[in-house]
């Protein structure tokens, strides 16, 4: 793998994303599941949506500097492809459209983690 690039493999019930700690990475998920969630205002643990090979995470902290408002978990055998920040800004830079739609996913997901924090234990997960 290319320098800034890395591939991470987790076992059953792994966090790879831990809620209230910094990332500084764009998570693809290569093959297996993983699961979005956040701990609500209760301490309940709450789904906010399920991922699957193709879909990405951690842009929250990645974009913000900020600490995860989630936590992701491995539900399966899980390989995912590490991307450092400096990669990740090299090919918004190439591609602006990139950019643009991680914004959008990542307003998205925001909304649905908002949403849980606000409905606790009653919440369903969000489908994309």
Do not use: C
């Not at 591939?7 to 693809?28: C, P």
């Amino acid at each position: 793998m290319s320098e800034g690039i890395t591939l991470k493999h987790f076992g059953i019930g792994e966090q790879v994303v831990r809620q209230g700690h910094i990332s500084n990475a764009l998570y693809i998920v290569v093959s297996g599941q993983a699961v979005m969630t956040v701990t609500d205002k209760t301490g309940e643990t709450q789904e906010v949506l399920p991922l699957k090979a193709g879909e990405f995470f951690g842009e929250m902290t990645l974009f913000s500097g900020e600490l995860s408002p989630i936590s992701v978990t491995a539900v399966d055998d899980l390989e995912v492809m590490m991307i450092s920040a400096v990669i990740v800004n090299q090919m918004i830079e190439r591609q602006p459209n990139f950019a643009r739609e991680i914004s959008q996913i990542l307003e998205l997901r925001r909304r649905a983690v908002h949403l849980v924090n606000q409905t606790g234990a009653n919440s369903q997960p969000i489908n994309f």
